[in-house]
């Protein structure tokens, strides 16, 4: 049996009162939890990941601490992208826990941090660059929504690679576009939106792999 305190963060309100992002990350805790393991606790925080200063958390660090327990997070990218403030946290002598990763050790946890932070950097990058380049063409950024636009489109096709696996799954599992719809909601993945899946939706999603 392994005692666990639970943290799952969403970054706004909204998130936090529909449940979307929220219920996703309840079901990777439920689906890796062992039926002896316990869960001593479990919090949520409302907060930008970019934040550190994050009342919840330092909450369920000092229960962890205190029990002696494990932090359990669903996704790393949930809980932070930055090295410096996972690297803390471990310096603490805090065993973390991903359910996404479960079997990573603290080396390679340390690794996940350093991608995941270069992975903010460069799309934090390619937003300013672009941006820039619309500038330098005369695009009045305040009035016309081209570029964003654009700039949100590649976001969006980043992230349904995220979720290929998931995709791929329901698909080799559902024989319509409808089924596959409905086991998306099933199982809380999230869309790029989070909004609920629908056959149309599934089927652009599918586009965007070669599917």
Known sequence: MTDYVVYYRVSTAKQGRSGLGLDAQRTMVTNFLNDDDNVIQEFTEIQSGSKDNRVKLLQCLRLVKKTKSKLLIPKLDRFSRKVSFISGIIDQGV????CEHPNVNTFFLHLLACF???ERRQISERTKLALR???KRGVELGKHGKVLSQINKQNKIRFIQSIRNELISVQSECSSLLGMSQRLNDRKVPTYKNKQWYPQTVKNYLGHLGG
């Open 133 to 135: 380049e619309a500038k």
């Open 95 to 98: 065993d973390i826990v991903v």
């Open 116 to 118: 995941a932070e270069e």
